[in-house]
């Protein structure tokens, strides 16, 4: 059996990052968001492993606490857009005809707008909060999973096993819920995956354009922000953020790409 590189060290990154991130819930070397002007912009060391930043805070008590945050809204967004995604993708693909135009014209429509711009759009037009960035998301994601859903539906909802059940009587939520949507699960699972690492990445930016998670609460995109009038001073403070932004990226994608391949490469293009 072939060795999944792949499948091995993107577990391997995703797994150190994600318990990294849950320990913070109970355990921080220090508290992130405890104030010291006397150890502001100290660099990496013993008692601060990653350095301090302009407010004498650990940083990386800063990343870990970063990181469960972006970690949640980057899980629940997936999850909220693949299920969406899923409803409207098999709904598209198995009904078809006007049904299926008028929800693939909506798809079409929220694509044609950059990303990062539909998303900011929203949260402007709504309040401020980590449930506005949800939202915003959410409304960015589901197309991608919509798209994926309904090539798959269409690829099975004319399949001998779907027209047998059509001929027992089986209605439309039996065969598409109990029948195709099993057989696209390697596919929504990996696409789902590597959907976790675009959702960082995307967080991340909009945090860094200070629309994300707000403070106090620690985001990895806001610590970037927050240190590049410090860069040449102290890179640390902004390599550190930088770092594990790339890393989990890279991560979940590597993952996502190594559970495609075990799955036997099948799986549409999430963008």
Not at 31 to 44: A, C, G, T, V
Not at 79 to 89: D, E, H, N, T, V
Not at 182 to 198: F, R, Y
């Amino acid at each position: 059996m072939k060795l999944n590189r792949e499948l091995l060290i993107g577990a391997s990154i995703a797994s150190i990052i994600v318990l990294m991130s849950l320990l913070s819930l109970v355990w921080v070397p220090h508290d992130y968001n405890q104030i010291d002007h006397s150890i502001r912009l100290m660099p990496p060391g013993l008692k601060n492993i990653l350095g301090t930043d302009n407010f004498g805070r650990d940083i990386f008590s800063r990343i870990m606490a970063g990181g469960i945050n972006s970690l949640f809204l980057a899980v629940c967004t997936v999850i909220g857009a693949a299920i969406a995604g899923s409803i409207l993708g098999l709904l598209a693909g198995y009904l078809g005809g006007i049904t299926g135009e008028i929800i693939m014209r909506i798809i079409d429509t929220l694509s044609s707008f950059p990303g990062i711009v539909l998303a900011l759009l929203f949260v402007a037009l709504m309040d401020n909060s980590q449930f506005s960035l949800f939202i915003a998301l959410l409304i960015l994601f589901t197309p991608s999973y919509t798209r994926i859903m309904r090539t798959g539906a269409m690829q099975y909802k004319n399949a001998m096993f779907i027209q047998a059940e059509r001929i027992l009587g089986a209605g439309f939520i039996r065969i598409t819920f109990i029948h195709i949507l099993p057989n696209l699960t390697p596919s929504l699972l990996s696409a789902s995956v590597i959907g976790l690492s675009n959702a960082i990445l995307a967080e991340s930016a909009m945090s860094y354009l200070g629309m994300g998670i707000q403070p106090p609460h620690p985001s990895w995109g806001r610590m970037l922000f927050e240190s590049q009038a410090w860069f040449f001073n102290a890179p640390w403070y902004s390599l550190a953020p930088g770092i594990f932004i790339m890393l989990t990226v890279i991560a979940f994608h590597l993952l996502g790409e190594g559970l495609r391949r075990s799955f036997g490469g099948q799986h549409g293009s999430l963008t």
